[in-house]
Structure formats: C-alpha cells, structure tokens
C-alpha cells in the first residue's frame, strides 16, 4: 500500500513538472534551443529531480524537447519545414472537425466568442491588449471547435498538436503586428459560424490559417 502510495505520489509530481514546464515553453519563458536545467528546475518546484527527469521524458516523446547525448536536453529549435507541416495538418483538421462542430456549437457558445473578440478589438483600439489575452482567446475559439466535433481521431491528432500549435501561436504575437486583423478574421468566422454558413466558413478558415502561418513565418 505504502510503495502505492509512494508511485501515485511520483507520478503526480512528474504530471505537476510536465505541466510547468510544458507552459514556460508554451509562453517562450524556456526559448527554443535552451538547455534545460534539471537541478534549477527541481530546486525551484521544490522536488527531487526524478519527476523532473520522467516530466522531460514526456515533453520527448511529444517531440517538444531533444536530448542530446552526453549534452543535455534542449528545448527542440523551431524549423521551417516543421512549422509548415504542422500548419498544414492543423488546416486539414480543423475543416473536418467544423464539419460537425458548426451544428453542435450552442448559440450561447457564439455568443461568448463574440463577447470575447470584440473586448480584444476594444482594447486594441486603445493600446492595452497584451499577447497573452490575445493568445489566450484566440486558441479558445479554435479548440471549441474540436471539443464540439465528432470526430475523435481528429480531437486525438489536434491535442498532440497543440502545444506545438500554441507555441508558434505565441511567436507570432510576440510583436501584435498582426492582430487587428486577426481580430477582424476571427470575428467574420463567427459571424459565419452564427449563420452556419458551411460553404463559406470551410473555406475561411483554410485562408485564416494560410494567413496565420504567413504571419508567422515573417514573424521568425
């Protein structure tokens, strides 16, 4: 029961670790191509450095950090040729999860969303939106989609993605160069949305999510 106990206890704190440090890099606080600092961060969490290992561990499997061996584990360097391929499955999957999503999105739902973009162009206009509310509702609207989508492969596919998703995402508000027309494009998606308008929203999102990889690629 004790050695149980102890196993639960570890595991708990290795999913604790993984989720912070999942975050920093998410909210590029750990940059792409740090060195990872076991021990500083074990110390900080207040742990040993066995859930921090098995935590680094995960974000390896999930191709968001690269050990090298004999170096150390670093935080895995942003290419080109990975932000595209991952631009285009995400566009793939988001027309086949809207598919569904658009019937299944309650009115109430939309009506949030709106709420939401508008306050975000509210305080564009006057110069106090900073990237992380930007960042924050922004994934909100596309991740509402595949929670409401049937298609569960797709939700599987888009959670391994998001982090990676959400990482670029973060790059590309860095500066907010772009993000009255960002506003302005999320806001007409869920005008189409509101409407169900299928044939034209499909198509919307393909451009909004050519234009955000665009985007970001000038942004790098």
């Given amino acids: 029961m004790i050695v149980k106990t102890n196993k639960n206890k570890r595991k708990n704190l290795a999913q604790d670790a993984y989720e912070k440090i999942r975050d920093r890099i998410y909210h590029n606080e750990i940059e792409p191509g740090e060195l990872i600092n076991e021990i500083s961060i074990a110390q ?16 390896a499997s999930e191709d968001i950090l690269e050990v090298k061996d004999g170096v150390g584990t670093y935080v895995k360097m942003l290419s080109f040729k990975n932000i595209k391929d991952i631009y285009e499955v995400r566009k793939a999957l988001e027309v086949i999860a809207i598919k569904t999503a658009i019937y299944r ?10 709420k939401n973009f508008m306050e975000l162009e509210r305080k564009y206009n006057i110069g106090a939106l900073t990237k992380e509310e930007f960042a924050s509702i922004d994934m909100k609207l596309h991740q509402l989609i595949f929670t409401k989508c049937e298609n569960n492969y797709a939700k599987g596919i888009f959670e391994e993605m998001s982090l990676k998703i959400k990482q670029y995402q973060y790059i590309s508000y ?18 189409l949305l509101k409407n169900r308008n299928l044939k034209e929203l499909i198509p919307f999102i393909e451009n909004h999510i050519d234009w955000s990889l665009k985007s970001l690629m000038m942004e790098k």
């Fill in 105 to 114: 999105i309650t009115e109430s739902e939309i009506a949030e969303l709106e």
């Fill in 44 to 59: 900080e969490l207040g742990i040993s450095r066995t859930p921090v290992r098995e935590a680094l561990r995960m974000l």
């Fill in 174 to 191: 860095e500066s907010l160069n772009d993000s009255k027309e960002s506003i302005s494009q999320h806001l007409e998606m869920i005008r």
